[in-house]
């Protein structure tokens, strides 16, 4: 399966951003949609955002609309997430997943996941 290797977390200040980065292996990153889920202590993971295999169609949680950006570099087998005015809510343990199309990964259908890359928002 595709390997999958976050990076770009850290600590952040209230309104602060920070950008993820997602790294794959292999050379067929261009076939997968992509997309992010975060899990908070004694929460459930949940959905984060997703892009379409082409990069035209990205989906998000309601809870960081306007806020995060998700984006991909096909050429360089990466995704990101842009995250800017972030809050306490979005500490969280962010995984990369990747998937057949933006549907499946917004209903928690992943082919891979990351190992996961800490974000911690404080005052």
């Known amino acids: 399966q595709v390997q999958l290797v976050e990076s770009g977390g850290g600590s952040a200040q209230t309104g602060g951003s920070l950008r993820l980065s997602c790294a794959t292996s292999?050379?067929?990153?261009?076939?997968?949609?992509m997309g992010w889920f975060r899990q908070a202590p004694g929460k459930d993971r949940d959905f984060v955002a997703a892009?379409?295999?082409?990069?035209?169609?990205?989906h998000y949680a309601d809870s960081v609309k306007g806020r995060f950006t998700i984006s991909r570099d096909n050429a360089a087998n990466r995704v990101y997430l842009q995250m800017n005015s972030l809050q306490r809510d979005d500490t969280a343990v962010y995984y990369c997943?990747?998937?057949?199309?933006?549907?499946?990964?917004?209903?928690?259908?992943?082919?891979?996941w990351g190992q996961g890359t800490q974000v911690t928002v404080s005052s």
């Open positions: 997943i990747v998937g057949p199309n933006t549907g499946a990964l917004r209903s928690g259908s992943a082919i891979s």
């Open positions: 292999g050379r067929t990153f261009s076939i997968y949609a």
């Open positions: 892009i379409s295999i082409s990069g035209r169609s990205t």
